[in-house]
């Protein structure tokens, strides 16, 4: 199971980026999925999740910002993000819980973080 993320960058504020991250592998259930960051100098925290049935939770400091999404069909979810500010400078990383076989346990993957830098 590998899951890539694409789509950081360089934005000024008040600029858009779109992030998106795709699990690919053997997948037999895949559960919540969800986007986390860390920023320069603090703990990796949650952005945002979303269930398979679309339930969606997000932090309070991206709420009516920030939109997370995802294609169940293609195993991709989606982060965009409107009106960016320089502290949401941070890598951000891609998670899925999922289970990739039949009767293993489902647990946390994680992607490769992406590099989004706000400019002032």
């Known amino acids: 199971v590998q899951l890539q993320a694409y789509g950081g960058g360089l934005v000024q504020t008040g600029g858009s980026l779109r992030l998106s991250c795709a699990v690919s592998?053997?997948?037999?259930?895949?559960?919540?999925m969800g986007w986390y960051r860390q920023r320069p100098g603090k703990q990796r925290e949650l952005v945002a999740t979303?269930?398979?049935?679309?339930?969606?939770t997000y932090a309070d400091s991206v709420k009516g910002r920030f939109t997370i999404s995802r294609d169940n069909a293609k195993n991709t979810q989606y982060l965009q993000m409107d009106s960016l500010e320089p502290e949401d400078t941070a890598v951000y990383y891609c998670?899925?819980?999922?289970?990739?076989?039949?009767?293993?346990?489902?647990?946390?993957?994680w992607g490769e973080g992406t590099q989004v830098t706000v400019s002032s």
């Open positions: 979303i269930t398979s049935g679309g339930q969606i």
């Open positions: 998670n899925a819980n999922l289970s990739p076989s039949f009767g293993t346990k489902s647990r946390d993957y």
């Open positions: 592998g053997y997948i037999f259930r895949l559960n919540f």
